[in-house]
Each structure stands twice: as structure tokens, then as C-alpha cells.
């Protein structure tokens, strides 16, 4: 019974240790993945909503003009693109987690 126990316990605390990492490596953006999603910003993206993201083929993504906006909705356009319009789809390049990074970029402002 002890050594069912101990073993028990065991599992348990690897399944934690790998579910917090799992969660940590899925959630944030390295800081060489940073740099590489602003250039995508001011290039890729700058390239339809200008390149100070004031406005061009696109909307504007600046602070005041995201301002009431769901980000939920935002990380969606991000990855799903907007059918019928010239924004593409970008989850082929972009995860989950690199879209929200950037929208928290876009919220706060990006200079």
C-alpha cells in the first residue's frame, strides 16, 4: 500500500511539472520571437494599415482606434483573416499565443 502511495504521488507531481511547462512554452513569446513578430508588424502589416498602422488599405491599429474592440476578436482576425477583404489568414505562420502577443503589442501601441 506505502509503495502505491509513493508511486501516486510521484505521477502526480510529474504531471504537474509537465502541465505548468506545457502551459509556460504554449503561452509566451521568446524574446527572439518578439523581435521577429514586430518586424512582421511594422513590415507585413504596416504594408496594408501603413506603415505607422494609422491607416492604408486597412483600418488603423492603433490604440485609440482598437479602443472597445474584443482582443478575442482581434487574434481571430489575426489568424482567420476577414473573408472578402484583402486580410489574409496568418495561422499558417502565426500561433495562437504569437497572435495575442501582438495584439497586447497593438493595444499598448507600437512606435
Sequence with gaps: MQKS?????????VLALLTSATVLFAGEVSQSRQHELLYLLKQDCGSCHGLTLKGGLGPALTPQALQGKPKAAMVATILNGRPGTPMPPW?????ESDARWLVDMLYRGVE
Excluded: P
Aim: glycine residues 0%; positive net charge.
Design 5 to 13: 502511495h509513493v508511486r501516486l504521488k510521484r505521477i502526480a507531481i
Design 91 to 95: 495561422s499558417t505562420e502565426l500561433s
